[in-house]
């Protein structure tokens, strides 16, 4: 199973059921851990599901812990530099995203 079949047979649907229930159970909170799948997904969405996504950012109810590109204990076992590079590159998508 590589990457895309990984993102089209799980992380999007993941992502698609994460928005409808936050939509709508009001009172419900999510918080994603690394942000490789979820930046594919965002990609494909259109401006009124990116504007939903980022009004659930902004009143708390969907977090990102931590801000990286993806999980480093799996990703970034070579070196210091390499976890440094992982949080870079999902502090950029954060800020370029969502301010």
Same mark, same amino acid.
């Given at each position: 199973m590589d990457e895309n079949d990984l993102f089209l047979g799980y992380a999007s649907?993941?992502?698609?059921? &994460?928005?409808?229930?936050?939509?709508?159970?009001?009172?419900? %909170?999510?918080?994603?851990?690394?942000?490789?799948f979820f930046e594919k997904w965002w990609n494909l969405q259109n401006i009124t599901v990116k504007n939903h996504l980022r009004k659930l950012v902004f009143e708390g109810r969907l977090a990102f812990a931590n801000?990286?590109? %993806?999980?480093?204990?799996?990703?970034?076992? *070579?070196?210091?530099?390499?976890?440094?590079?992982? *949080? &870079? *590159?999902?502090? /950029? /998508?954060?800020?370029?995203? /969502?301010?």
């Open positions: 649907k993941v992502f698609t059921s &994460i928005l409808y229930t936050l939509e709508k159970a009001g009172e419900r %909170m999510f918080t994603l851990t690394d942000l490789r801000g990286l590109w %993806m999980e480093s204990e799996t990703t970034c076992p *070579a070196s210091y530099h390499d976890l440094l590079d992982n *949080a &870079i *590159a999902g502090h /950029f /998508f954060l800020s370029n995203t /969502f301010g």
